[in-house]
Every structure is written in C-alpha cells, then in structure tokens.
C-alpha cells in the first residue's frame, strides 16, 4: 500500500533514432499474423510473446509477468525501404529547401549564422517568437539558388501531400524536368546535414536529427496496448493498430523478396508507395490527400492519431478528465427540512459507497461493530484492509474471523455514515459551486435530496434532473473538502459578490406574508411555526397587540427573532412606490442614526425595510431581504456575523417561511388574472386606438407622405413607427391590468416581492400578449407578402404581423397562436445555438487562464514566473470577499462601528 | 467634533491603499458634520475598515485564472443571442450580447460593427450646423450612394449615372467638385456631366466586362470623408452634439478638424491599440466587456474582466484567447495538445526537443500529480510519531 512517491519533475520530447528503436525493442516482427489454428500466440508474429501478454494465464517471456502485471514491451520491424513519417512530412519539406542538396549545410552565410544564433538567444522560450524565426530563416535559405559554402547549384523543392517530393531540377541545356525524390534519397541529404546547423532549422541536434523522420525501423507497440477482444461467437477481433500492422509486415515482406529476387524498379517502387500508404494511414488515418484505410465493414480505422485526438481521444478523454470510483449518480428531489450543507443521500448508495477509516483505540469499538454488520445489513462495511495491505472481501461467512483479527493499524473501508463529507455535482459544471461539498444524511428511497436554497448554483430543478456524488477517500481530501468547498462558504458568489444561495419562490412569497403591515399570529401559530423552524428562544417575546383577549404576535416580531441581536440595516425593498414615505425614514435615521422604536413604528412602511438592533421595525422582507443576487440582509450576516450563521439563518428563514405560506395557504389560479368589465374594455379601446394609429401610418407610407428618420429607409422607419406604436399599446393595457390587480392577488404578490415571473407575464395573462417577434423584427417570413394566407398579401395591420391582442386567459385565436409559435421557436432555437457557443468560449478561457494564481508576494503570475498583474485587481482584493465589487464599503463600516459605540441603548 | 486635520493624520497614519483612504477621509469628514464624531470614535472607524480591508484581501495560491474564467463564461450562457440590437442611438445597430464578448476575446481584426463615438472641440460642440460640418468631412460618400440611378450605356460605351441632387446637396459636394476629384482619380477614363448627370467615357474602347469593372471601381470610389465610415448621425447628448458613425478609421478621424481627440473613441480595439497604444486596448476590452455585460443585466466583478484585458494584452500586442493566441503559445506542449490540434503540438515538440517543465495546471492533471495552484503550491511534509501498539 505505502510506496515511494515519485515525482515527474519533467518531460522531454524527441524523435526516436533507428538505434533506439532497435534498443528497445524485445522482438523483431516479421510474420503478419497474429494467432495460430489452436489460438496460441504465434512467434515473431504481432502477438508475440515477447510483446507482453494478454491472455490469461500466459506469462510474457520478457519480463515473467502475466496479464494485468506486464506492462508489454516494444518490438520493431525493419523496412525494407525507408518511409517518410507523415507527422513530420512538412518539416522535412522545409529541412530539404532550406540546406545544400551537396554539403548539407544550411544556406545562410556564416554571418548570417552567427546573428540568427545570437536572435534565438535573445528570444529563448517564448515560443511564438521563436516560429517566426524559424520561418524567417526558411524563406531566406529558400532563395538562395547557390550554395553559400560549397558554391552548388540548388533546385526548388515541390511537395506533393501527403508525402512525395519532388526536385524542380534543370539539365546542361537548361531545360526542366521533375525528379521524383524517394524516401532514401531524402534520407541521405538529411544524413548530410551538420549538427551545428539543426537549431536553425528549429531541431534539436541530440533529441531529434533529421534524418530519424524517414522511418528505417518501425517500432511495433506492445500487445497491451491492442489487444485483441474476444467476442461471445468465440470470434477474435482485432484492434485497429494490429490490422494496421498485419497490412505493413505483409507489403514489407513482398516488397523485401522483391528486392532479393531483383524485381523491375517499377514494380518495387509500386511496393515501395504502397508501403509508404500503409504507414501514413498507421500514423494518421485522417491525413488529407489520401483514401482512410478501412475495415472490412466499412467504417475507418482509428489509428494512432485518432486515439489521441479531440474530445474522446487520450488528451482529452482519459488524462484531463477521468472515470472515477466512488461515486454514486440519481435522480434528485427536494427536502426542505435538511440544512443548506446537507445531502440526502439513499440508503441503497450509503451501502455501496464506502469511506477508509483507519482504526484507533477511539473507534475501535465502533468499527468492529461495523464489520460485525458486514456489506448486507445498514451501518456495516464491505473492505478492510490489514496492515499489509492486503483487501479483504467481507462476506457473510468472514465477517466474525475478520472482525476478531481487526486491530489498530488496519483499515475499515465502512458505509457512509450522516455526517460524512462528499462531493456534490451536477453538470454542466459551468464554475466551482457547480461542485460543493456536502454533509451526509442517510435517507429511505432512492433519490438524493438537496435543500432548495441550494439549486440556484447546481441551476437545478426537480423535473427529473440527476445529479453526482463523490466520496473524498483520504484524510486531506476530506479535510480540504471541508474546508474549502462546504456549501456556507460559498453563500456568496465570485463572480458579483453577492449572495448566490439564497430563499428562492416561496421563501420570498412567504417571508411577504409573514412580515407585510396587518399580519398578527395567534399564540399557537408561533410556537408552532418557531417549532418547525427550529428557532430556540427562552420565552416568546411580549405579544404586539390583544384583540378579544387573545394574544397576537405581528410577523416583524417572530422575524426578528432569527435576527442576531446587533443587526442594524436599512433599505428600500421592491416594493416601495411611494418615495415619500421612504425619505421620512431615511431622514428620521440620518438625524437620529438611533431613532426610537416608537417613532419609526408610526412612519413604518412596507416598502421599506430597517431593522434596528435585531428587530425588524419597518417593511416587508422580500427578495432583497434574502433573495439571489440582492439580497443585502443576508449578505451583511454572512460578512458581519460569519458563514456558519448565515447558514443558520438560511435554514431557519426558508423553513420559517415555508411554514407560514403553507399554513396561510397561496396559491395562484385563473381568477388571479380576472379582470372587471370596465378595465377590459378600456384595454380594448387601447388596442383599437392603437391598430387604427399604425392604420394611418400605413396610410401615410403609402402615398408617401412618411418623413424617414435620418440613416433609414422608408420601410425601416415604417416599421419602427409601428413597432413604438404596439409597445406602447402593450404597456397602456399592462399598465389598465395592474391597476385593478392589488397585493391581495397571488401573482401580483409573486411578481412584486420578487418571487417569481415578472408583471409583465401577469399582464401577459390579463390583458394581451402584444407584438411577436422575430430578431427583433415585426413577423414577416411564410407566404409571398404574408405571414399567413388568412391575409392578404402585402397587409401591414398590426393582426397580419404578429400583433396578439388577446391574453392567455381570453385564449387566442388560430392565428395568434401560431404567431405566438413562431415567436416561440426562436426562443428554443437561440438557447440551443447559445450553449454550443457559450461553451466553447468558456472553454477557451479556462484553458487560457487557468495556469494563473496569486503569489505569496500579492502578484498574479503565470507558471513560468511571468508578472501579469502587480497587485491582483488592482487592489488585491477578493471578489468574493469584496462588497459588491468595491474594496471595502466605507459606509456601512462607519455606520457600523457608529452604533456599536453610540447604538445599544 | 474632531477637526478635520486630526482625521487626516489618523488616517493617513493607517495602513491602507490611498483610494480608501481619501473615501474613508471624505467620508469621515461628511459624518463629522452630520454626527460630530468623537476622536475615539474616529479611530474606531479607522481601525475597523483597516481589519475589513485585510479580512478582504485575497489569499496567495487562488486559481484567480480560473474564477474570472468562470466568472464571464458562467453568465454567458444566459446573454441573448440577438445580434442586432440598438443600444443609445437607435440608428446604428451595434452587436451585442455573447457575439460580441466572443468577437473581443477573439481579438477580432474586424469587428462586425464598428462604431465610433466622435465629440467635438469647443468650437463645434454646441452647435448643430457645425457638427453637421465635421460630421461631413467624416462620412464617407461614393458616387453609389449620390446616385438616384445608374446604368450602362452598351451602345456608347458608357457609363451613366444619375444623380440626386437632394443627396449631392446635403453631402456637401457639388457636380464639378465631383468630376473633378473622379478625373483625378481614374486616368483611363473621361468623365462628363450634364445637369445632374454624370458619364463616364473609358478612353479606350474594350471589352463590355472592362467597362463594368471600371464601373464597379467608380462607383465605390471615395469621393470625399474617412474610408471605412459609411454613415454618421448627429445626436444631442446633454448640451453638446456627438457624432456617431457607422464603420471606424480611429487614425484618421482624430486628425479632422473639429474633433476633440481627446474623447472621440472607437469600438475597434486593434486600432485603439494601433493608434493609442496597448495600455488604451487593455482599458478599451475591459470597457467593451463591462458594457456588453451590464447591457444583458448581468453583474461581474471587474477584477475577472482585468485579468482576461491584463493576459490578452500582455506581449505588447493583443492576443486572442484561443487556440491562434494565449493558449497556442504556452510555454507547455502538455498544455497545448490538450487544448486543440493534439497531434501536431506533438510533433512540433519532438522535432523541436522540447522539454515540458510540467509546472502548469493541465500538466499535472494529466500526469496525476497535485496541480500547483490553491493547497497544491503548499509543500510540507510531516513526520508524524506513531502511536505505541496497543496492548
């Protein structure tokens, strides 16, 4: 179990040599074929033995190992001819047109050498400099038709995709012709070239001389790394590479007895290009200008290059993202009665994930126990492992032995337990709180249960949404997880600085209800609501009023009791549409900074709330009590008075007001949207007016009396009359609507406290839908002229274009509905465009920001040392930790430290 | 009630950067007045934004890099896709929304809107006939968009063009000045007018395709303004007239007389760059960001949109983020072939002998070892004593 850690400190890249090739190679191939009739790995075939073994029960004959231990070993096969490796075709072009074809030498001048030299040491590593320097040099020795050092004649280079060149050559009596040059003549000019000469050309003289990049040797991989499947027909399938391989020996080994039997050069050069096809589609299976090998099925092989490509390949795929063990995925469903920070998590999964505790003299007991219970029954285990390290399999008839033998300093691999930390995910994880770590709570049946307060950073619902669970299985893991990830502490967002888990729907809903001017609650009512809530409190506090003898608590009271005691704010919530009334408070606490309560409570108004020493005096909570985004009170708990207490109060406020707006009872239905006789004809009269206005514009478009507005034609300033004329009717009718709908209806409530949907959807369902777009446009496209062939070509009306007059109560016509559908459609078709773009920009960022990181001496650097920022943000503050993106809010500091000296009274 | 003096040297005294300290300065001052403050109150105050400053301070080891990733491509997910939008000047359409954000982080050349925003020196400023003026000598006009009607003449060779005099009048040009400057231009050809008719007569007579080619050169040629601003449109923006236009030449614009330099800007970052230099592109991304943002209703700290402006403009030049910029010229080919191209970063690193110091993120994620951002640049180790066997 305990080994020596090794650290990679580095990793170099080169081009193998043939002699390295040969060095590491257990077995040279020469026969294509894999298995012989009995199934037995054939010698000096592609499953050679000496390759590493797959088979169970074979032992590889180089290492003595069986499958699963061997790690397979390379072998190589000699070609016949030498090939040009495709990945390095390009470069070799260059290498070729950049040196003398007689000495080999680059073509510069031995000036031009030393100030090149000299420039790559300016540049270094900086790898963008570098290329152009590269390039730079290329196209000068590219002129140069003579030979600075030996005084040669050169020729131009063509290159053929994807590897074939040809030399433009001229004979004595200047006349051209193309020499095809094979791959051994290319070899031999790289040969030429000297050492000193290949940094010029960008290559290295140890790690990667030219010459390496036409193929001699061919490295075989190991089995291990193609093996062969079985499928349930008792048939073998091949991997990819190996049929590849199968097809390389086979022509390597015709195109050889060719050469030994002296065959016509036409047909070994026939052989030699077909050679050369078939090491291309090994490497790279995807290179242009060459049919993909396929299978016999048809389907393209997945060579070299593809295993390592794009998304699935082992870039991307395997190394930067991984499959992991413990981990558990379901469906996910509500739970308001669990903290923030807890998970429920089903007891079926508890069963299967386990979490290593090491045993102690402290859980000793415990632990034994929990092996006693074995895998089958709930608080039990399902490993343990000894000191050795050895892994045991509990089972029903090991539990007692084991748990006799357990002692400190073996391991229990037991059940997860409540109280255990885990990772909670769900995708896409678009930022760090798509990841937070949780607290367990073992629960019936079969889904994971989250609080609600919790879904605005998952951006989760309950529609049947699945989600992740990761148990960290090490000691700093879960310390770490604690830590850093636990869900209190990231209440508020890195991104704005402001709260981001927050009361949602019916949270806020409710929190209007209980606190709105007129709410009194009887003596039962609170001490149940505070029962389910969860608030402690020693006594009730005095009751606010007695009406017929029964005590009557007021909803401000029972809030403030889930305050801490030396909380003092003051805002304008959204529901404040009388200033005036505001400004009388705001101008009471500016010239007593502690008024009385008595006075305030005279001037107290909804829509604005101010709580004074942990009492709620004034105004309604509502969305910017503890709302996303604005929720100042419970951004000032989280940053005055901690995360722990923030969570607290979260849990209590959202089971507080959950009680209350169950008990109360809301609910939005039909005749939320009812509207009196005398508002719907006034909003008919609106639309009428409004539809004879565009009327006459028409009218006036057409016999040309229209004046265009500066910059646009005459059809765009049409439209754009036509469009304010609409907007305008749609906000009138609006506007009638919210005029008879009060705060006594549900969805006005929803819309104005910030709960839910806006007014706009209210007056939507009430009054009328109004104009449907398209990119911002009047509806245009279907029929020739029309929308629709309900209307005459060329109409402009308002109806023909997409202006909806009804609401979704009154119901809408035939056409309005299909309108209202192709309004529809854009909307689905944009947010589907949307994420694929999105995304990919997101990635970019990440990829090219994701090295940076504040440094112990404040500086933001990059991973080699690079300053990009001096001070990160320029005042080295976090933007989780600053206030709303200011560095500190002096205000509210001020105030503060004011009433803590001045304040209690 | 402290004088002000005292507060200025306790807070002066404190450790804090200058900006909060000239805020908590006017600000003390401001409650003086209202709450006459005691000396001991002052350094209360004092004292405790100091301790929330530090509490606010960011921690060495944050994957900031990450954050601010997240930060703007969280949100964009939510930005509208409608393209054209009209923001201010209902005239000119102006991308918006996540095409635009994606068009700054690419760094694009040509932004498929460019716009510039030109004020005027005091001369011109206040008056709307000489900001018409300048706004002239700045709109590009062809002969194509003076012409009522243009047409081919087959038969003479011919190229006829009808001009509108309402559009001439109000460009500022005449018919002369317009031979004139045509004449100038295009040696090979005669040209003609008649009224408010233009012709043009190549000298030598060809082939019909010669003709239209010409034709096409013609029309599109300049006659008088900046290239590459089509329209300009006049708004009054408190008391003074700004011009606005369709379509950015920020080199030029500047040197037209009436313009104030000092305030006229451009949405094009690339000739921001060119003509005030890389510290203005860096401010002009992260304005161009903040805008788009704030126009979508969605809130993001500054600070992430500052390091995105601070690492594209950190050679010297702007680099977009992507696979042509940041990302393609890590110093890792780790990092590289696991962002796009795989292969070919592969390749390039052998011939090249290139060695991975392996000390970026990416790295090690794909070699399995701790990545050196966060807990994982902590290195420590610990020899714990072992607790005796129990009996």
């Known amino acids: 179990m305990q080994s020596m850690k090794k650290v990679i400190g580095s990793i170099e890249f080169g081009i193998l040599s043939p002699q390295e090739i040969r060095k590491m190679s257990a077995a040279e191939i020469t026969i294509p074929d894999t298995y012989d009739d009995d199934g037995y790995p054939i010698e000096g075939g592609l499953m050679d033995k000496r390759l590493g073994v797959i088979d169970p029960g074979l032992r590889c004959e180089t290492c003595g190992a069986r499958a699963g231990d061997c790690p397979g070993h390379f072998g190589h096969v000699e070609l016949a001819r030498p090939i040009i490796h495709v990945g390095f075709a390009k470069t070799i072009h260059r290498v070729l047109e950049s040196t003398c074809r007689e000495c080999g030498r680059i073509k510069l001048t031995e000036d031009e050498i030393q100030e090149y ?119 073998r399938a091949e991997d990819d590479l190996t049929h590849k391989l199968v097809d390389i020996i086979r022509i390597n080994n015709r195109l050889k007895s060719n050469i030994e039997a002296g065959a016509p050069q036409l047909i070994i050069e026939d052989l030699w290009d077909l050679l050369q096809y078939h090491v291309t589609t090994y490497i790279n299976n995807e290179t242009s200008g060459i049919p993909p090998a396929k299978h016999k099925s048809g389907r393209p092989l997945k060579t070299l290059s593809q295993r390592l490509k794009g998304k699935e390949g082992r870039f991307r795929g395997n190394l930067s993202g991984k499959r992991v063990n413990f981990s558990a995925r379901t469906v996910i469903s509500p739970d308001p009665m669990i903290s923030i920070n807890e998970v429920g998590v089903p007891i079926a999964v508890a069963m299967e994930l386990t979490v290593p505790e090491k045993v102690t003299e402290f859980n000793f007991q415990k632990l034994k126990q929990r092996v006693l219970n074995g895998p089958e029954k709930y608080p039990g285990a399902n490993y343990v492992i000894d000191p050795e390290g050895r892994r045991i399999r509990l ?115 409710g929190g209007y209800l209980l606190t709105r001017e007129g709410a009194y609650f009887t003596r039962s009512e609170v001490e149940q609501m505070l029962m389910f809530a969860g608030i402690e409190v020693e006594e009730l506090p005095k009751p606010d009023k007695k009406e017929n003898g029964v005590e009557l608590w007021s909803g401000k009271t029972i809030f403030s009791l889930l305050l801490p005691d030396d909380l003092t704010i003051w805002y304008r919530n959204k529901l404040c549409d009388d200033p005036e009334r505001c400004e009388a408070l705001e101008k009471l606490i500016e010239e007593k900074l502690v008024p009385d309560e008595e006075e305030v409570r005279k001037l107290a108004y909804d829509g604005f709330t101010y709580i004074l020493n942990g009492k709620l005096l004034s105004g309604v909570v509502d969305k910017k009590a503890y709302g996303r985004e604005d929720g100042k009170l419970l951004d000032i708990i989280v940053r005055e008075y901690g995360v722990e207490r923030a969570r607290q109060f979260l ?91 009060g705060m006594t209806n549900h969805a006005v409530i929803m819309a104005k406290t910030g709960a839910r949907g806006k007014i706009l959807n209210i007056t939507q369902m009430a009054a009328m839908l ?69 995304g990919y920009m997101q990635r970019r960022l990440i990829n090219a920001l994701q090295d940076l990181k504040v440094d112990y001496d404040g500086t933001v650097r990059d991973p080699s040392g690079i300053i990009v920022q001096f001070k990160y943000g320029e005042d080295g503050v976090d933007p989780m930790k600053s206030w709303q993106g200011k560095t500190v809010d002096v205000d509210r500091v001020i105030v503060r430290t004011l009433l803590k000296v001045r304040g209690r009274r | ?96 929304g996540l095409p635009r954000v994606i068009e700054i982080v690419d760094a694009r050349k040509n932004p498929s809107t460019p716009i510039m925003t030109v004020y005027l020196d005091e001369k011109h400023r206040y008056d709307r006939e000489k900001a018409l003026e300048v706004a002239r000598r700045i709109e590009g006009t062809s002969l194509e968009n003076l012409a009522r009607e243009m047409s081919l003449d087959i038969l003479n060779y011919e190229f006829v ?128 960001i903040v805008n788009t943002m704030r126009e979508q209703g969605l809130e993001v700290d500054l600070r992430h949109i500052m390091l995105v402006a601070d690492m594209m403009t950190l050679d010297g030049v702007i680099l977009p983020i992507g696979r042509h910029g940041i990302v393609g010229e890590k110093a890792s080919v780790l990092a590289r072939a696991a962002f796009e191209i795989t292969t070919q970063h592969l390749f390039e690193a052998a011939e090249r002998g290139e060695v991975d110091p392996l000390n970026g993120v990416v790295e090690n994620v794909l070699i399995g070892q701790p990545v050196p951002v966060g807990t994982g640049i902590v290195k420590l180790a610990m020899n714990l004593p072992l607790r005796p066997k129990r009996e």
């Open chain 2, 1 to 96: 009630m402290v004088a002000a003096k005292t507060i200025k040297t306790l807070v002066n005294k404190s450790e804090l950067p200058d900006n909060i300290k000239e805020e908590l300065y006017n600000k003390l001052i401001e409650y003086n007045k209202k709450y006459k403050l005691k000396k001991a109150e002052v350094e209360a105050i004092i004292e405790e934004t100091v301790k929330e400053y530090k509490k606010a301070l960011i921690e060495p080891g944050e994957a900031i890099g990450t954050v601010a990733a997240q930060s703007i491509g969280e949100p964009s997910t939510q930005m509208t896709l409608n393209t054209f939008h009209y923001a201010g000047v209902a005239e000119i359409n102006v991308t918006l």
């Open chain 1, 395 to 509: 089972m029903e008839n090991n539990l007692e032995i084991i748990a006799e033998k357990l002692d400190i300093g073996w391991t229990v691999e037991r059940h997860l337990e409540d109280g255990d930390i885990v990772l909670f995910n769900r995708q896409p994880s678009l930022h760090r709180m798509s990841i937070m770590a949780h607290r367990v709570r073992v629960m019936p049946y079969k889904t994971f249960r989250l609080n609600l307060a919790v879904c605005p950073p998952y951006n989760a619902d309950f529609d049947g949404d699945e989600m992740n669970l990761h148990v960290p299985q090490t000691e700093e893991a879960q310390a770490e997880a604690k830590i850093l990830m636990e869900v209190q502490n990231h209440i508020i967002s890195p991104r704005y600085g402001g709260p981001l888990i927050a009361g949602m729907q019916d949270h806020i809903s």
């Open chain 1, 651 to 741: 849990d209590q406020v959202t089971k507080l007001t959950i009680w209350v707006i169950t008990h109360r009872g809301f609910t939005t239905a039909i005749d939320d949207e009812d509207l009196p006789d005398e508002a719907l004809d006034r909003i008919h009269e609106i639309i009428r007016e409004a539809e004879e206005r565009v009327q006459r514009l028409i009218e006036a478009y057409r016999n040309g009396e229209l004046e265009p507005l500066p910059g646009k034609t005459l059809e765009e300033t049409l439209e754009s009359n036509i469009m304010a004329v609409l907007a305008e009717a749609r906000d009138n009718a609006g506007k009638v609507a919210e005029k008879y709908l």
């Open chain 1, 770 to 838: 109004g104009q449907q777009s398209i990119r911002g446009k009047r509806l245009y496209r279907g029929y020739r002229g029309r929308v629709l062939t309900h209307f005459k070509p060329g109409d402009l009306s308002a109806k023909a274009r997409g202006f909806v007059t009804n609401s979704y109560k009154s119901g809408l016509t035939p056409q309005e509905y299909f309108f209202h559908a192709m309004g529809g459609r854009e909307g689905l078709v944009d947010t589907a465009v949307r994420t694929a773009q999105s």
């Open chain 1, 117 to 235: 030299m000299k420039k790559f040491e300016v540049v270094g590593d900086r790898k963008k400099a570098k290329d152009r320097l590269i390039k730079e040099i290329h196209k000068k020795a590219k002129e140069r038709m003579v030979c600075p050092h030996c005084g040669a004649p050169q020729f131009p280079i063509k290159f053929e995709r994807p590897t074939i060149y040809w030399e433009l050559r001229k004979d004595e009596e200047g006349n051209e012709y193309r020499h095809r040059m094979m791959p051994s003549e290319v070899r031999d000019r790289l040969e030429k070239i000297p050492d000193k000469d290949l940094p010029l050309l960008g290559l290295h003289p140890e790690k990667s001389r030219p010459e390496w990049m036409v193929l001699t040797v061919l490295p075989v991989p190991p089995v291990t790394m193609r093996p062969s499947i079985t499928l349930e027909s008792g048939i």
């Open chain 2, 161 to 288: 063009v009808e001009i509108d005099p309402e559009r001439l009048q109000k460009s500022g040009l005449d018919m002369e000045k317009v031979q004139r400057k045509l004449e100038s231009s295009f040696k090979s050809a005669e040209f003609e007018t008649e009224g408010y008719v233009l012709i043009m007569r190549p000298k030598k007579v060809g082939k019909l395709s010669d003709l239209r080619r010409l034709s096409e050169k013609v029309k599109k040629h300049r006659l008088k303004g900046l290239s590459g601003v089509r329209k300009t449109i006049i708004r009054k923006e408190g008391d003074e007239y700004v011009i606005y236009t369709e379509g950015s030449n920020f080199k030029q614009v500047l040197k037209v007389p009436g313009v104030d330099p000092t305030k006229t800007r451009t949405n094009n970052i690339w000739e921001i760059a060119e003509v005030l230099g890389i510290e203005a592109a860096r401010n002009a991304i992260i304005e161009e």
